[in-house]
């Protein structure tokens, strides 16, 4: 991701000599990107900590097979990616034993932290647009969904975002594209009028 890859490469290398807390500085600069992430993609807030959890016990199991020059934003996220689909796949099975079972997709979390509502009129439209943005992410096929968040929120280069998804930039660049046109049609009754 190339924000903080020395300082990233540093602690990790702390973690790797045995020093006490050293993994604690790893869990408290990504914890909360990996939880705001998490609860996007599985839409269940109760499952948060439990699933960042799974991730950083995963991520300290194995920190020692990671490519040194790899970035640690990609393999990161590639393990939370990959611990989101698991949770699905079990979710799904175990909707699928218990008729009418299972809450559904609870709506995403908010995405849009950084909208700063000067007005009450404007604080209830931004919290509107909030809701409906999150009912039209959980409608998104889950690789168009996880493109989406990893650019918008995240930030990731479309290559980084490859390396974590597995598969071409070109592919994360179309998935992309799509979820775009589906939340701008979507959302068109909040994109009126002139756009930034």
């Known amino acids: 991701m190339g924000?903080?890859?020395?300082?990233?490469?540093?602690v990790i290398a702390a973690v790797a000599a045995g020093k006490p807390h050293a993994f604690d500085v790893l869990v408290a600069r990504w914890g909360p990107r990996?939880?705001?992430?998490?609860?996007?993609?599985?839409?269940?807030?109760a499952w948060v900590d439990d699933l960042t959890q799974e991730v950083f016990v995963k991520v300290h199991d194995h920190l020692h097979e990671r490519e040194p020059n790899a970035s640690f934003a990609v393999w990161l996220f590639r393990i939370a990616r990959n611990t989101a689909l698991d949770f699905e796949r079990r979710r799904r099975l175990h909707a699928r034993t218990l008729e009418s079972a299972g809450k559904g997709r609870g709506p995403l979390a908010r995405l849009l932290a950084r909208?700063?509502?000067?007005?009450?009129?404007?604080?209830?439209?931004?919290?509107e647009f909030a809701v409906a943005l999150e009912l039209a992410l959980a409608e998104l096929p889950e690789p168009q969904r996880t493109?989406?968040?990893?650019r918008e929120r995240e930030e990731l280069a479309y290559e980084e975002i490859a390396a974590v998804v597995g598969c071409p930039a070109k592919t994360v660049s179309?998935?992309?594209a799509r979820a775009r046109a589906y939340l701008r049609r979507r959302l068109a009754g909040f994109l009126e009028g002139p756009q930034p």
Not at 3 to 10: G, Q, S, T
Request: no cysteine; charged share 30%.
């Open 3 to 10: 924000r903080r890859p020395a300082a990233d490469d540093v």
């Open 174 to 176: 179309t998935r992309l």
């Open 34 to 45: 990996v939880g705001a992430y998490l609860r996007h993609v599985v839409g269940e807030p």
């Open 115 to 127: 909208r700063r509502p000067p007005t009450p009129l404007a604080e209830l439209e931004s919290r």
């Open 147 to 150: 493109v989406f968040l990893l």
